[in-house]
């Protein structure tokens, strides 16, 4: 069973960073396709980022290119989503998922683990 565990969320001004960490146990990191998804107060959950197993490719939302960063350190399980240039409209409940097939999607469904998420807000 995967277990994904979410850290490093917050409160920061707007034009801000912020680094969130996911750890991931039961399975290796090297062997899943992660994702970043947000959800915001009353919107669907959306996503934001994911990098495929085979070979780190990653991929982003359009409103988060260029200032996101998704990465992963196989050694210590664990990936990363680094935000830059934060926004107000980047406040959300923010949730690492993971699957097990080596293609990306941008589709909630179609990741099997979640975590608990972690809340990142962004002040004006």
């Known amino acids: 069973q995967v277990q994904l565990v979410e850290s490093g969320g917050g409160l920061v001004q707007n034009g801000g960073s912020l680094r969130l960490s996911c750890a991931t146990s039961?399975?290796?990191?090297?062997?899943?396709?992660m994702g970043w998804f947000r959800q915001a107060p009353g919107k669907e959950r959306e996503f934001v980022a994911a990098?495929?197993?085979?070979?780190?490719?990653?991929y982003y939302s359009d409103s988060v290119k260029g200032r996101f960063n998704i990465s992963r350190d196989n050694a210590k399980n664990t990936v990363y989503l680094q935000m830059n240039s934060l926004k107000p409209e980047d406040t959300a409940g923010y949730y690492c998922a993971a699957r097990i097939y080596s293609g990306t999607s941008d589709r909630p469904l179609d990741y099997r683990y979640w975590g608990q998420g972690t809340q990142v807000t962004v002040s004006s």
């Open positions: 039961g399975v290796g990191v090297s062997s899943l396709t």
């Open positions: 990098t495929i197993k085979t070979d780190g490719t990653t």
